[in-house]
């Protein structure tokens, strides 16, 4: 990101606090971001209205200076930190030289996120810093608006995906069936065999897998079941993937339903109904409609049929469960939602559109597409048939 922004300049002036403190790994994409920095471990990123300052160890120093976004990089041993470990041990160092590096800019008071560690606050609340927490993730509300780049780091993942989907297709199509069992070169054919060939497809792709489900009969109806075991004849068979590019840090998320064999008419309905509602989301997005509209809307084509949703029966374990949708980028679940008090959508937001039907003990069927928002409604960067896949 550039190294002011407006966003988190207005959370610093609202909270009346010198800077944005973040301690985590590059793991966390909120540090990636703000901080144009991957490194294996954890360090400490500080945004004010000057720009971008880091505090890593000393063997990243020199990467740090040339590949982050940062306008002043700093070293643990710039504040003694070796003395500090042999006085008090690793874990209190830390926290006692990010008090340190903070007072060397003036800083005496920072904005963390609800997430920042307690032991690292106790220091430095200590030291005199105030410590105010922020709970509306503006690091994430920056994340969610893409540039043009940051699209098409999703897209390339996205290609991945397709083929990675394609495979897993392919391996279906070659099944035989055996006793009521999908069978391939004489094996059954499990769940676990499809997902690694999805992985082993994502890899060659450059990729690497956030989720991946693979939820054939009944297993399908429990969320976030990644589905195991024999995968047999005519049922539906849930195919959801979620890759990460591995040199973007980008993903993709998408889902379809195959079933090998001749799949009941119920199905076939079910799998109709959640068409309509997907395209009734794509319809309805566009720049100032909110995430919940598109969610309302996608409940009114369930509700209408006579299945409940969440709005209907909260607690509902049958008809259309959880939300329509999320946010995609750095990670596979982020703003925007589409769901229950999602905001209002923007040009450059990209979305997962994700409704499905499902049933305790038959299974379900799910239809997800990657979208982005543009000023006139929306782009697909999904380029894989959407028909329930008979195969």
């Not at 904005?111 to 005199?128: C, H, K, N, Y």
């Not at 409940?308 to 750095?330: K, M």
Request: hydrophobic share 35%; proline share 5%; with cysteine.
């Amino acid at each position: 990101m550039d190294s002011t922004d407006p966003q988190l300049s207005t959370v610093l002036e609202e909270n009346g606090t010198d800077g944005y403190l973040l301690v985590a790994s590059s793991d966390e994409s909120n540090q990636y971001y703000l901080s144009g920095y991957r490194m294996p471990g954890v360090f400490v990123t500080l945004y004010t209205d000057d720009g971008i300052r880091l505090l890593v160890p000393d063997l990243e120093y020199t990467r740090a200076c040339a590949e982050s976004d940062a306008e002043t990089v700093r070293r643990f041993s710039d504040f003694e930190y070796g003395s500090l470990v042999v006085e008090h041990g690793r874990a209190k160092a830390r926290p006692l030289i990010t008090a340190a590096f903070l007072s060397a800019y003036g800083i005496r008071s920072v904005s963390v996120p609800d997430s920042f560690p307690t032991g690292t606050a106790a220091i430095l609340r200590d030291r005199g810093i105030e410590i105010e927490p922020v709970y509306d993730e503006p690091v994430e509300r920056l994340r969610a608006v893409k540039t043009e780049t940051e699209i098409e780091h999703v897209v390339e993942t996205q290609r991945a995906n397709e083929q990675a989907m394609a495979a897993a297709e392919d391996l279906l199509k070659r099944a035989t069936v055996e006793d009521g069992v999908l069978s391939v070169d004489g094996d059954v054919l499990t769940s676990e065999r499809v997902r690694r060939t999805i992985e082993a497809t994502l890899l060659s792709e450059g990729c690497g897998v956030c989720d991946c489900i693979v939820a054939a009969g009944a297993e399908g109806a429990v969320g976030h079941a990644v589905g195991s075991g024999p995968i047999e004849a005519d049922e539906p068979i849930i195919v959801d993937i979620a890759p990460q590019g591995k040199a973007s840090g980008y993903c993709s998320d998408m889902t379809r339903t195959f079933v090998k064999g001749n799949p009941d008419p119920t199905i076939r309905d079910w799998y109709a109904l959640v068409r309509e509602a997907h395209d009734e989301a794509l319809e309805t997005i566009e720049p100032g409609v909110t995430g919940e509209a598109v969610n309302e809307a996608v409940c009114e084509v369930f509700e209408r049929e006579g299945y409940p949703t969440p709005r209907t029966d909260e607690a509902t374990e049958n008809g259309f469960l959880g939300s329509t949708g999320h946010g995609v980028g750095l990670d596979v679940h982020e703003l925007p939602r589409l769901s229950w008090g999602g905001g209002e959508l923007q040009s450059g937001h990209v979305v997962a559109v994700e409704p499905g039907l499902y049933e305790r003990g038959t299974g379900g069927v799910r239809l997800e597409d990657v979208v982005v928002v543009t000023e006139t409604g929306y782009e697909n960067l999904t380029d894989y048939p959407r028909e329930l896949r008979v195969l």
